[in-house]
Nanobody
């Protein structure tokens, strides 16, 4: 089984930056997508960004475009999310996830493996 462990969350003021990491271990799949999701209290879990197997194709939800960057290092089995110009509305629990398919979906039910989450809190 694949194990995912997020880190890098914390509390920052609006306008600040954080870099989240997701370390993956276990069986290595040939074709897969990785994604960052977030969920705030009382809200649905939403896809923030996705990245393809080779890292050449990415997706971002409109609210984070220009501020967040998803990347990965396959050699290190690590996924990253660089978050700049943070806003209070970015406050949420952030999760990394893996889907065993070539096409990267934004639907949470397509993802087979999940990390435990890391909290991001942005104050005004």
């Amino acid at each position: 089984q694949v194990q995912l462990v997020e880190s890098g969350g914390g509390s920052v003021q609006a306008g600040g930056s954080l870099r989240l990491s997701c370390a993956a271990s276990g069986y290595t799949y040939r074709t897969y997508c990785m994604a960052w999701f977030r969920q705030a209290p009382g809200k649905e879990r939403e896809a923030v960004a996705t990245i393809s197997t080779g890292g050449d194709s990415t997706y971002y939800v409109d609210s984070v475009k220009g501020r967040f960057t998803i990347s990965k290092d396959n050699a290190k089995n690590t996924l990253y999310l660089q978050m700049n110009s943070l806003k209070p509305e970015d406050t949420a629990m952030y999760y990394c996830a893996v889907a065993l398919r070539a096409f990267c979906s934004r639907a949470k039910h397509e993802y087979s493996y999940w990390g435990q989450g890391t909290q991001v809190t942005v104050s005004s």
